[in-house]
């Protein structure tokens, strides 16, 4: 499936919004992606397996911070970062 | 010509100040990690070409950046540092930045400790590509004693700091806990001893009897987070000796001995001797520098009365005298706690980094200043390199 990479961290992705991973929960994409993009799943979600604060993950247009959340007929996952700061 | 290279870590990214003529000008390079906080970067006196980064970044995850040449090109740690997942059920600990990085012993090519906030130890023996946690000190039956709540009154969290290494003997070091004291290990980290005999608590002060008006429930504490070292300094021709710059004065001490002195006392009363931080001439064990700030009311954190001068002792502390020659008369900045580096030359030079983005620096031993580079982000730390 698709995944939409926030900017914040495309530095890992080579500058791509859009990229493909592949998992049966949003655990197995987020392992597939720190496989082919190593270090980014830190960024996302803390050693407790809790994604960070400010970090919004969409899974079939709805808002998850649920890791077993299954990705059964799920075509795109959208991960977002608030750019709230200063 | 002699070259010369300064690391400004600041709340905006990594930038680097280069001179080659000896230290007259300086080059500002492109600022490197842009938008990112960089709270420590260091150059490996074992490699020098090697750089480590604590890196933090608005939302993101903290992490730990590593360059092998001069700071061209960077890689991230494959394990940054982070705590053990928790057992279902539990709450667990989450690193929130690291704060300090420490190069090894000399005898150990490859191996660098990092403080973190909340309050941790790591060690990385592979050149910064992972971490492990120090578990006689992260997971010590009393680590909740022995730190700060990570909820507790530090700003931007509580952090482990001033990681100094014993020249002599690479098993033996301490660190210090902003707040939580100062703790000192001779086996590498497995046991840890405090060593804050002697300091004042904004409770209480050991040199002074109680008052009518000392609480009585809250008592001087060879441990705990009442103690709070802002910045320790081993002195690197005597490793003996230490000079800490704490939250409640200017403090001296020399080993064996295991009770500081507090060499502030003798600094103007109209200064006092609250700061965050101290650094120590190479090659004259007499000889430090402190940067004073106003400590009283609310903490302003700024230069007493707004005139920000350097204070020297050039006899451990018995005497001090204000160096303020090139400072701006009047300023509203705080050097933090990293925020002092010292070089090697002769004379020495001497830089501050302020919160106000300025780098000032002192190329005969402090006596006058002048500003070379301005209008960066916030400072939180400098290094030469």
């Known amino acids: ?86 | 010509m002699q070259q010369n290279r300064l690391l400004i870590a600041t709340r905006k990214g990594l930038f680097i100040l280069n001179s080659e003529d000896g230290r007259t000008r300086w080059s500002l390079d492109e600022p490197v990690f842009l938008g990112h906080i960089i709270q420590h970067a260091v150059a490996d006196p074992r490699r020098p070409s090697t750089i480590l980064a604590a890196a933090k970044t608005g939302h993101l995850g903290p992490t730990v950046f590593r360059s092998l040449d001069n700071g061209k090109t960077w890689q991230e740690a494959q394990q940054p540092p982070a705590f053990a997942k928790a057992n279902d059920g539990s709450t667990g600990r989450v690193v929130d930045h690291t704060f300090w990085l420490t190069p090894g012993h000399p005898r150990e090519p490859g191996v660098w400790w990092a403080g973190s906030s909340p309050q941790a130890l790591w060690r990385s023996e592979d050149e910064g590509r992972s971490w492990q946690g120090v578990r006689g000190f992260n997971d010590h039956p009393d680590y909740a004693l022995r730190t700060e709540d990570p909820q507790g009154g530090t700003p931007d969290g509580p952090v482990l700091h001033s990681i100094l290494i014993d020249p002599r003997d690479a098993d033996h070091l301490y660190f210090a806990l902003s707040g939580g004291g100062v703790w000192e290990t001779r086996d590498r980290g497995e046991n840890w001893t405090p060593l804050n005999e002697g300091m004042a608590t904004v409770l209480a002060d050991p040199d002074t009897p109680p008052s009518a008006d000392t609480p009585t429930s809250l008592t001087w504490q060879p441990i705990g987070s009442s103690h709070d070292p802002h910045c320790v300094q081993l002195h690197p021709l005597n490793p003996d000796i230490l000079y800490q710059q704490n939250h409640c004065g200017i403090y001296r001490l020399e080993r064996p001995a295991s009770r500081w002195t507090r060499i502030g006392r003798n600094m103007p009363t109209d200064v006092g001797d609250i700061g965050f931080v101290v650094g120590l001439h190479p090659r004259d064990t007499s000889t430090a520098w402190v940067f004073p700030m106003d400590g009283t009311d609310v903490w302003p954190r700024t230069s007493p009365d707004g005139r920000p001068a350097i204070y020297t002792t050039h006899d451990a502390g018995q005497s001090w005298q204000r160096r303020d020659q090139g400072l701006p008369e009047r300023g509203w900045f705080t050097v933090k706690r990293q925020g002092m580096a010292v070089d090697q030359h002769d004379p020495v030079g001497i830089y501050l980094g302020t919160t106000s983005g300025e780098v000032w620096a002192s190329t005969d031993t402090g006596e006058s200043w002048r500003q070379i580079a301005a209008h960066l982000p916030e400072i939180y730390a400098v290094e030469t390199a």
């Open chain 1, 1 to 86: 499936m698709r995944v939409l990479i926030p900017t914040p961290l495309q530095s890992y992705t080579g500058g791509r919004r859009l990229v493909a991973a592949h998992g049966d929960r949003l655990a197995d994409l987020l392992d597939d992606l720190d496989q082919q993009y190593p270090g980014i799943r830190f960024r996302m979600v803390n050693e407790q397996d809790q994604v960070r604060p400010h970090m919004t993950i969409y899974v079939r247009g709805e808002r998850t911070r649920q890791l077993d959340t299954s990705l059964h007929e799920c075509e795109e996952v959208v991960i977002l970062q608030a750019l709230s700061g200063g």
